[in-house]
């Protein structure tokens, strides 16, 4: 592994002032820098290690809503009571992810900020415009069935956003808060990650020495119930192909509010907002979940390999709705 | 599987280990593997080392270390706790897995520098006074193994997970909880059975 410098801050003003420093890196839990670091793929000069920042609180606020330090972990986060009561598809999408092990390492902000699983973009050889812009993609032509998009993609990256958390968030609703080296300032979890357009290099929205200090996570939807569906090749440890985090509000038998996002076909947590306005004051039966599905896939690409991502997603839709709302209405 | 009724290979392995080597004050298989205490203190730190205390498995240690030193090779070629095994080195195979301050996590996705003044546990660490660890005797029990290599990983998880009272007891919540843990050899069979059966055996497991 290349050498680089290494600095422990003590606090979030430390962390900044090393942090500004020509290819310097923020170090989390590592699950993701300290594998890419290893492959060559990501080459800080500086790893800002922020562990003992003392950014690890998860705090309720007095709205319902709760603000989480950016280095909880996704254990932690998964397993607190409150999370677990007022937004159980946060817990469930947590717990979908990755393994014991790499939960209790990962951090909050350090999952916002992983990278992409698309091999072309891993091996370190092929030609892939994240890793080297200009130099073309490769799994637009290769292999890209798993862990590739079919929403947001463009002709210079296909490759999936592989947080099952994100998802969760983009449908709850959530503030990115950061400090740089102008301040502080917050930034819609929406616009948090971006799609690859004409620059996939640009994943985020965060500028140059800036640094993820919280995220505060929209109140609950009153009387609500929501959950994660995750589709995938094994039923443990494996990214999605397809997943939905769903919140759903209902008054007898008819839906009054609804917020709906995907995993595993969207470049970026993907929010489906027109699937969820077609959910508003409809009944609870499988036609209005089909229409809704529909709508969620309605702009999909397809890639050679991965078509069956469609209506993979939109089952993830239909059957996440279908649960939630107690079976066909 | 008793041993008066019917012995296996291990609990063979196990009797003769005991009745021959009756003068030593353990069988060789349990005995302690304690590293060396290691104190870097009077070495100068060469260019881009710093210098860190880690206390594994109880004994305090003082290490000059690169910053790009990995925890498991620190534990493996400083410390000789070669216990702890490099399989993938990715944080994908979870052989790797041991305890910091008492939680289960890969340390080939770790830098030994962040782990400065914190406790580490491995597999060296679980027996006490001579005596496996009950996770440890389990899986002598069950055989839950066969090429051994993922086994000190997969000891580390399932020690961790029966002690975490938000891990259901049932099955299915093991095999999830110890999804992280790959076995090459598909022994999960016999280590789910060891660590069923080692439930209520572990101090703090339900």
Redesign the interface.
Known sequence: ??????D?AASTEQALKAGQSNQAMY?A???TL??L???DVMQPER?V?I?RVGLNRLERQDDGSVRIGALVTN?TLA?DNYIVQAYPVLSQALLAG?????R??ATTAGNVMQRVRCHYFRDNVSPCNKRKPGSGCSAIEGDHRSVHAVLGTSQHCIAMHPSDMCVAMAAIGATVHVQGPKGERTIDFLDFHLRPGDTPEREHALAPGELITYITLAPPLANSLSGYLKLRDR???QFALASSAIIVQLQGDRITDARIALGGVGTKPWRAHEAEQSLRGQPANDETFRRAAQLALQGATPYRHNAYKIPLAQQAIVRNLQTLTGGVA | MSDSISPNRRSFLKSVGVSSLAVASAPVWVQAIQAAPVDDTQQSLQPGEQRITLKVNGQAHTLNVPANAILLDVLRDRLQLTGTKKGCDHGQCGACTLHVNGTAVNSCLSLAVSHDGDEITTIEGLEKDGKLHPVQEAFWEHDAYQCGYCTSGQIMSAVAILNDPSIGSDDSSVREAMSGNICRCGAYKNILAAIQSARGKVKGAS
């Open positions: 592994m290349r050498s680089f410098q290494f422990r170090l839990g590592g699950t300290l594998d670091v290893k492959l790893l290690d562990n254990t397993q990755a393994t014991t092990q790499l209790n390492k039923a443990s440890y």
